[in-house]
Every structure is written in structure tokens, then in C-alpha cells.
């Protein structure tokens, strides 16, 4: 990602929110990793200057499945200014779209105003004026050099020597010790196919295999040869193994006659927005364009002939970070 890449100290994503039901939800909410460290606190700093604008404060809620939460390495936030889809929200947003931009900023100089006092920096373990020292001797003069002591090597007799083996008598010299291998019937011995070793060493004959009831007997002929369908002879009845399963799920939900799916990811009063979020959504080749109906941009992603297809792609998007609604 760009933020990881530049190395940024926060990180703050800005969007609309979406329900499917027009003019129902209303409010703004932040998102976050997980409710802990600085990262909260800049997601309520954030809600409470929006808050003070108009908007009705969702709070601050945990979504760590968002990639944009979850890949970054610094304090992330996800804040939806309002839903798209309800007008109070919309006027809200159109009418102080200045005030806005200017709250979400006091929330983040706030959160950095009050970041050391309420999370402060922890102290390394060791600094270069903490860490202890090894005494070092005194180098100025040769005589101070610490020395090894030498062996006294004046007279031979104070050499140091290797103890010797007394090597005068054959008998003295060390040997390796030898198994006794003298009588053959001490000699391990490895049991011959056919036979096994009993508890008194008697070797004991195998029984007999064709006294055994083979496994692989052959089934009683009933006179009537097995049915290509499946059937057991004699029977009538197909095998349960050979049972079709029925389908896990249909295997389309097709669009009425004419109709096709769309995934929608924004609308806009403004094509300026609608045409950076299409910009963004190219980037990462989804097949997105704009539609402009209603008095919206709406930027919309695929055409789908059944909704199978279409949920596919809304779940491909909701696991990139977007607020996603399918119609028709």
C-alpha cells in the first residue's frame, strides 16, 4: 500500500455509508482494527467533531476483515460521513461539505494534540548512557598490558609432556575388546519365512491359508446379471452409494426477463467523487462505470444475468473495503 510505502504516521480513509432501505440509517460512524491504542481515540475524536456539526454519533466500531485496516502499519481509521442513501445525511453533506473536511481534521490535531499524554512513549531499555561499561585497562604504558603467563621453558625438565602408554611389552598395549565368536550356535539368528519365533524358541508353522474363509469369495450366483442402472442382481434396488446428491445450492437465480444485476459501490450529486472512486475501482480491475440517473453519478460495477453472479463480485468488494448495495 501507498500509506506503508511512505511510511505516514496515521492513516484516515474517508467514505459514504449505505443501507439497503432508503432514508432508514442516519449518522456517522468511524472504523478501526480493534478498539485499543491511539487508533480508537482518533475515530471518537473524529465522530465527536462530526457530531457537533449534525450528524448522529454510531460510535466507534471493530472491523478487522477491512484490508485497509488490516494491512496497514500504522494507526488506521475508516470513517462514513453519513449514508448516501438517506436525505438528511445528503443535505447535510452538501450544505457543510467545508465544515466537514474541517472537523474531520481538528478531530485528527486533537487525537495528536493529547497523544503523548494519554499513550506516552516508553523508554528503551538501554541507552548509550545507561549501558554498563566494561573496565578497560590502562594502554598508555606497555608495562600496564595484561599478560598470559608462559610456562617456564628454561630447562627441558619443565616442559610439559603427554602421558605415554608403556609400549616395551606386547602385553601392555591397549586392545579393542572383541565379541566371543567362537561357538556357532551363540550366533544371532533371523527367522526363515513361514515360521515364527514362540516364547519357548520353537519355531511354529503358519496355518494353513487355505483353511482361512477367503475375503474375495465370489457372491452366490441368483441367475440375473447386474443392471446398468446400478441395481444389485436378484434385488431391484440401486445401491445407495450410486444415489444422485442433490445440489448444494441453484445454480442460477436468473434477472427477470430484460434485467440485469449491478453491484453499487457510491453515488454522487457531484461527478467529480463519482469519477475518483471509478478511477480507484479500475485500478484494481473491477469492470466498474458510471451511471447517471436520478440525479446521482452512480458508480456501479459488472452486469449481471442472475444474482448468484452478482453477490460474487459484492463479496469480492466488501473484502476490499467498500460499502456495496446489488440492484436491479
Given at each position: 500500500m501507498k500509506a506503508n510505502a511512505a511510511g505516514v504516521d496515521y492513516f484516515v480513509s474517508i467514505h459514504r455509508n449505505s443501507f439497503p432501505t432508503a432514508n432508514t440509517a442516519t449518522g456517522v460512524?468511524?472504523?478501526?482494527?480493534?478498539?485499543?491504542?491511539?487508533?480508537?481515540?482518533?475515530?471518537?475524536?473524529?465522530?465527536?467533531?462530526?457530531?457537533n456539526i449534525?450528524?448522529?454519533?454510531?460510535?466507534?466500531?471493530?472491523?478487522?476483515n477491512l484490508i485497509v485496516l488490516r494491512r496497514t502499519r500504522m494507526p488506521a481509521v475508516l470513517v462514513e460521513v453519513g449514508f448516501i442513501n438517506n436525505e438528511k445525511d445528503n443535505a447535510l453533506f452538501d450544505a457543510k461539505f467545508q465544515e466537514i473536511a474541517e472537523a474531520i481534521a481538528d478531530g485528527i490535531t486533537e487525537?495528536?494534540?493529547?497523544?503523548?499524554?494519554?499513550?506516552?512513549?516508553?523508554?528503551?531499555?538501554?541507552?548509550?548512557?545507561?549501558?554498563?561499561?566494561?573496565?578497560?585497562?590502562?594502554?598508555?604504558?606497555?608495562?600496564a598490558w595484561p599478560r598470559m603467563p608462559m610456562p617456564d621453558m628454561t630447562t627441558p625438565d619443565a616442559w610439559p609432556r603427554m602421558p605415554m602408554h608403556d609400549m616395551t611389552?606386547?602385553?601392555?598395549?591397549?586392545?579393542?575388546?572383541?565379541?566371543?565368536?567362537?561357538?556357532?550356535?551363540?550366533w544371532?539368528?533371523?527367522?526363515?519365512?513361514?515360521?515364527?519365533?514362540?516364547?519357548?524358541?520353537?519355531?511354529?508353522?503358519?496355518?494353513?491359508?487355505?483353511?482361512?474363509p477367503s475375503r474375495s469369495a465370489p457372491m452366490p450366483d441368483t441367475g440375473a446379471a447386474p443392471s446398468r442402472s446400478g441395481e444389485m442382481p436378484g434385488t431391484g434396488t440401486a445401491p445407495s452409494r450410486s444415489a444422485p446428491m442433490p445440489?448444494?445450492?441453484?445454480?442460477?437465480?436468473?434477472?427477470?426477463?430484460?434485467?440485469?444485476?449491478?453491484?453499487?459501490?457510491?453515488?454522487?450529486?457531484?461527478?467529480?467523487?463519482?469519477?475518483?472512486?471509478?478511477?480507484?475501482?479500475?485500478?484494481m480491475d473491477f469492470p466498474?462505470?458510471?451511471?447517471?440517473?436520478?440525479?446521482?453519478?452512480?458508480?456501479?460495477?459488472?452486469?449481471?444475468?442472475?444474482?448468484?453472479?452478482?453477490?460474487?463480485?459484492?463479496n469480492k468488494l466488501k473484502s476490499t473495503g467498500y460499502a456495496t448495495i446489488i440492484i436491479l
Open positions: 460512524e468511524s472504523l478501526v482494527y480493534d478498539k485499543s491504542g491511539i487508533k480508537y481515540l482518533l475515530g471518537e475524536n473524529i465522530n465527536a467533531a462530526l457530531e449534525g450528524f448522529r454519533n454510531l460510535g466507534v466500531k471493530a472491523r478487522p487525537t495528536l494534540d493529547t497523544q503523548f499524554e494519554a499513550f506516552p512513549q516508553e523508554e528503551p531499555a538501554f541507552s548509550p548512557d545507561t549501558m554498563p561499561r566494561m573496565p578497560m585497562p590502562d594502554m598508555t604504558a606497555p608495562d611389552a606386547p602385553d601392555s598395549w591397549p586392545r579393542m575388546p572383541m565379541p566371543d565368536m567362537a561357538p556357532p550356535d551363540s544371532p539368528r533371523m527367522p526363515m519365512p513361514g515360521t515364527r519365533t514362540t516364547p519357548d524358541s520353537q519355531p511354529r508353522q503358519m496355518p494353513d491359508a487355505g483353511t482361512v445440489p448444494s445450492r441453484p445454480v442460477t437465480r436468473p434477472a427477470p426477463s430484460g434485467a440485469v444485476y449491478h453491484v453499487q459501490t457510491g453515488a454522487f450529486r457531484n461527478e467529480v467523487y463519482a469519477k475518483r472512486l471509478l478511477q480507484e475501482l479500475l485500478s466498474a462505470f458510471i451511471q447517471d440517473s436520478g440525479g446521482y453519478y452512480r458508480v456501479l460495477v459488472g452486469s449481471f444475468d442472475n444474482l448468484d453472479d452478482a453477490a460474487d463480485m459484492e
